[in-house]
């Protein structure tokens, strides 16, 4: 099983970011771009400008995960800006998701579900067969730094065993709580794509963390 880092930068320190990407852009695999609206999650973070901005800095793949209440109105743009991934979370795209859907794959776009702490695979039963990537929450949406809900466990093994039982190839990736504490569960239970965030952020020197975290992680078995 691969690997995969992303890099949650709403955990990025905004008086060093120039200094961090350069760090970052030698270890992630992708760039986690957090854009919430203050509706659907308490919070405000990153914008279509921010994004827009680091498309120009980075030819690695951006994903735009979007905590809005109406994320289908700006996949134009985003397309636009050349994200490589977009993460819906269901209940904002129930109207148009098979359109949003289309439009991703006409523009070679990764479509993603985020799959909050309290929902699970049947609120996409109709079209999971489509998923590039499935997102599995272990925290509730909105902000970084907290605890992971333990019952999301067992959503990342259905997750897993969905896959392997249908032979589709979609990557299952973890929000939330990624730390040295999780690791491992996370990894033995079919994780692939490994978001960090505060765990990597924390440490003064970000290159020394990041080596800490891949060899961790690579040094599990299973």
Excluded: W
């Excluded at 880092?5 to 771009?33: G, N, P, W």
């Excluded at 990764?110 to 309290?118: D, E, I, R, T, Y």
């Excluded at 609120?123 to 489509?130: G, L, M, P, T, V």
């Excluded at 299952?172 to 952020?201: A, C, M, P, W």
Aim: hydrophobic share 40%; with cysteine.
């Amino acid at each position: 099983m691969m690997n995969y880092f992303s890099t949650s930068m709403m955990c990025a320190d905004v008086f060093r970011l120039q200094e961090q990407i350069k760090t970052i852009e030698t270890y992630t695999d992708f760039y986690h771009i957090d854009v919430m609206d203050g509706h659907f999650v308490p919070n405000l973070t990153l914008s279509f400008d921010y994004i827009k901005a680091l498309r120009k800095r980075t030819k690695k793949p951006i994903d735009a995960h979007l905590m809005m209440t109406n994320p289908g109105e700006f996949v134009d743009l985003l397309l636009e800006i050349g994200v490589d991934y977009i993460t819906f979370h269901p209940r904002t795209i129930q109207k148009d998701v098979f359109r949003i859907i289309k439009k991703c794959k006409e523009n070679q776009v990764k479509f993603g579900v985020a799959l909050s702490p309290s929902i699970g695979l049947e609120a996409i039963q109709y079209y999971k067969n489509h998923v590039d990537k499935i997102t599995i929450m272990t925290v509730e949406p909105g902000f970084a730094g907290q605890a992971a809900i333990p019952e999301a466990i067992e959503k990342i093994k259905e997750v897993y065993a969905y896959r392997q039982a249908h032979h589709l190839d979609f990557l299952i990736e973890v929000d939330g709580s990624n730390n040295f504490s999780t690791f491992e569960t996370y990894k033995q239970h079919g994780t692939d794509v490994f978001i960090l965030g505060s765990t990597l952020f924390k440490e003064e020197d970000l290159e020394k963390s990041y080596q800490k975290i891949i060899q961790f992680i690579e040094d599990i078995h299973g």
